[in-house]
């Protein structure tokens, strides 16, 4: 069961960080009370000064709070040691020693050098040979890059093969650049925080075991409970689901691993199930933010998505109890609405009691008015369809545009409903639509995205009863949901995953751990959705 197993968190940090959003948690006290309320028994840490501003003001400080709180472990920030501002190579790993510090992470990038034989082979043969742990981040910059590139990474993995590298923040978009790596190279590791990819923990443990798959969940900043939820839900056999959730870090790390809480005690029976990766059956779950590809691939464009067509998006959302999944082909929100549209409509015979299909139409390729509404009866009236999904990344036409009005007329008219990615100037179009258009309910896509989305998306909630905040995004940005549903309660806010773009098991764990009452976990998970549905009047039906 997955209360048995021991959780250890291998990307978490302490301290104040620049960019912090003013309603954003940061305080120690708070991690460690957030690893205990979602069982996670310990994490390693390291301290933000160290890594933004230089390790010789932030190192001391992480060691300071990991001797105060035993479930924290500590990781330092390290650099070249050329100039003098760190000791030499096996003077500092002699520190590291002496302090019980088993990580070392790097940020190349931020602090302008080099990883290769000149600049820093010696501190890696230093640390393989006393076994300390490398630690580097793959997430991309604001130029695109990672702290290492590729080939860095391919240079320090062939030429120190006992030196154990785990890689932060690796994306969901990496798998076919990772694939080849961690198949050549068994000393790279990699945490799952922002890699929440549909079905990768099942892909990796198929394609290299699962030694090198570590659990993150980089708290603060991100949901820990959405962390957890994607180990628990997942299809691994309880070898892999223990040596993943801790059992890699503590042996990477050379310590025991932590000990358990006492048995978690919860009158919440939504966190309850989650707690044991049970899914949800004492009510209707619905996702109403999906997509799907072409039957049977893998993928789209620069997305490797493993289980990605609609029965197999259905399939997965039924391990969390999900009822009906809503959801839209990515083939028509991408390239070709009307392949996508077919690819709906045959999606609809097969799966005509848990799936309900977005229309896609792209007004770049619709003129003539009999056109448009010879394709609106075909999706809502002959095929049942009900919501709508324009996408302006894709289409470039602003939503309030007249070129989109027959659409926009023929919802308001049946009261359908619009998942609304945002776009340029996204605030403006929804003030014009959710005025313009009353009877469409609009699901605000991606407000947990950011505080910032939290915020713009919250106001217009506020201003309109027919907006509605879905949360969906890799990011699952720690306190918005609880922030959303104080602000415009529990009512107004409604679970999406965004499957299989990425998994929804981490989408879901955002709300069953979320610190709101059962009752608000409900409305989110499925009530609201159920509600927005039954507004549909379309004809015939």
């Not at 391919?154 to 932060?168: D, G, V």
């Not at 076919?176 to 068994?186: I, V």
């Not at 049942?384 to 545009?401: A, Q, S, V, W």
């Amino acid at each position: 069961m997955a209360k048995d197993t021991i959780y250890f968190d291998s990307f978490a940090y302490v301290g104040k960080r620049a960019g912090k959003d003013i309603l954003g948690p940061w305080k120690t006290d708070k991690l460690v009370s957030e690893m205990e309320r979602c069982a996670i028994h310990g994490a390693l840490v390291y301290h933000n000064v160290a890594a933004e501003v230089h390790p010789g003001v932030g190192n001391p400080i992480v060691d300071e709070i990991c001797r105060e709180h035993e479930r924290l472990y500590p990781c330092w920030i390290g650099l070249p040691h050329h100039t003098g501002e760190v000791p030499a190579p096996a003077d500092l790993v002699k520190q590291m020693e002496d302090a019980g510090v088993r990580a070392l992470k790097i940020y190349p990038r931020v602090f302008e050098f080099e990883v290769n034989d000149i600049g820093f082979g010696q501190m890696l043969e230093a640390l393989e040979a006393a076994g300390i742990l490398l630690i580097v981040d793959r997430g991309l910059d604001d130029h695109g890059h990672g702290q290492m590139s590729w080939e860095e990474l391919r240079w320090a993995c062939e030429h120190f093969p006992q030196l154990n590298i785990l890689l932060h923040r690796v994306r969901w978009e990496a798998t076919r650049q990772l694939t080849p790596y961690a198949k050549a190279f068994p000393n790279l590791h990699f945490e799952f925080s922002n890699y929440q990819g549909n079905r990768m923990l099942e892909y990796w443990c198929r394609t290299l075991g699962h030694e090198q798959l570590l659990f993150g969940t980089e708290a603060l900043e991100k949901s820990l409970g959405a962390a957890r939820a994607y180990v628990d839900y997942s299809e691994l056999t309880g070898e892999q689901r223990n040596a993943i959730a801790g059992g890699n870090l503590a042996r990477l790390l050379g310590v025991d691993l932590p000990e358990p809480y006492a048995e978690p005690r919860t009158d919440d029976a939504i966190l309850d199930r989650a707690l044991d990766g049970l899914p949800i059956e004492d009510m209707e779950v619905i996702d109403a933010h999906a997509h799907f590809t072409h039957e049977e691939t893998q993928g789209a464009t620069r997305v490797f998505m493993n289980g990605a067509d609609l029965d197999a998006v259905v399939e997965r959302n039924n391990r969390l109890g999900v009822n009906i999944t809503v959801a839209s082909p990515w083939t028509g929100i991408w390239t070709d609405y009307e392949i996508g549209n077919e690819e709906t409509k045959r999606g609809l015979k097969a799966h005509p009691d848990q799936f309900i299909g977005y229309a896609v139409f792209d007004p770049n390729y619709l003129e003539d008015p009999d056109e448009w509404k010879a394709a609106l009866k075909s999706c809502y009236e002959d095929h049942g369809m009900m919501g709508l999904k324009p996408y302006f990344p894709r289409m470039g036409i602003p939503y309030n545009d007249p070129r989109f009005y027959p659409w926009w007329d023929y919802a308001n008219e049946h009261h359908l409903f619009a998942k609304m990615h945002p776009s340029d100037n996204f605030i403006e179009e929804m003030h014009d639509l959710a005025t313009r258009f009353p009877n469409v309910n609009y699901l605000l896509a991606h407000s947990g995205w950011t505080w910032k989305h939290a915020r713009d998306h919250v106001a217009l909630a506020k201003a309109y009863p027919n907006c509605h905040c879905e949360i969906t995004f890799t990011s699952v940005t720690n306190g918005t949901i609880e922030w959303m549903s104080e602000q415009v309660g529990s009512e107004r806010v409604v679970y999406g995953s965004d499957c299989p773009m990425r998994d929804p098991f981490p989408q879901f764990g955002w709300v069953a751990y979320a610190d709101i009452s059962e009752e608000a976990k409900r409305n989110i998970l499925g009530r609201n959705m159920r509600r927005i549905i039954d507004q549909v009047s379309l004809p015939g039906k």
